[in-house]
């Protein structure tokens, strides 16, 4: 695990908004423990499109290989998320974000998570060493 506290929301300088939408909820009338995945995947693809934009290669991507998630608090429906993500640690071929669902508007952490994900070649099907300027904007992103 990493040393960064996912709870609070002063660990986190990249922040997406998300609307919790009525679908969102399961039998119970909170948001589906799935749905917190989504949130997270959101705010990782905010946080990483510039990145595979400004490779420009098309047949670079990167892959989720792994998630964890740890449900704090429940949500409902109607309201919003704010979804806190960053950099906790950064291998060789892969990166691994830290995310924080927060209830809209408030320091309420309802759930946190790490996600790892690899450099990904769409050609070769193998994952690959990043380019030397995404890593080196990465590392100055490492938080713990």
């Not at 510039?50 to 998630?67: Q, S, T």
Request: proline share 4%; net charge negative; glycine share 8%.
């Amino acid at each position: 695990m990493s040393d960064v506290d996912l709870t609070a929301r002063a660990s986190f300088s990249e922040w997406t908004m998300a609307t919790i939408r009525y679908g969102d909820q399961d039998p119970l009338g909170h948001v589906n423990n799935a749905v917190f995945s989504t949130f997270m995947e959101q705010g990782r693809t905010t946080f990483l499109y510039p990145f595979l934009k400004a490779i420009g290669d098309p047949n670079i991507d990167i892959v989720l290989v792994r998630i964890t998630i740890d449900y704090r608090q429940e949500l409902t429906f109607p309201g919003s998320v704010d979804i806190g993500t960053n950099v906790i640690r950064l291998g060789t071929k892969s990166v691994t974000f830290g995310h924080s669902v927060f209830k809209g508007g408030t320091d309420e952490c309802a759930t946190t998570g790490e996600a790892v994900l690899v450099f990904f070649d769409l050609t070769t099907r193998k994952s690959i060493l990043p380019p030397s300027d995404v890593r080196a904007r990465l590392e100055e992103l490492l938080k713990g």
